[in-house]
């Protein structure tokens, strides 16, 4: 049984944010623009990916 995937990139630069937002999208695994992290897709991980969505692209 495999857990569900999510795959987001940055797409918008975190300068100039909130802090809790660029707190937020390392939490993320996310660290440069257009880098990509596949995540287990998971109420807490959903959370923090509303959260910063106008940085993010979600790919699935």
Do not use: C, F, W
């Not at 995937?5 to 937020?24: A, E």
């Not at 390392?26 to 959260?51: F, H, Q, W, Y």
Request: hydrophobic content about 35%; cysteine-free; proline content about 2%.
């Amino acid at each position: 049984m495999s857990e569900k995937k999510i795959k987001v990139r940055l797409v918008k630069s975190v300068i100039g944010t909130q802090r809790s937002h660029r707190d937020t999208v390392r939490g993320l695994g996310l660290r440069r623009l257009n880098s990509t992290a596949e995540l287990v897709d998971t109420p807490a991980v959903r959370g923090m990916i509303n959260k910063v969505s106008y940085l993010l692209k979600v790919e699935g």
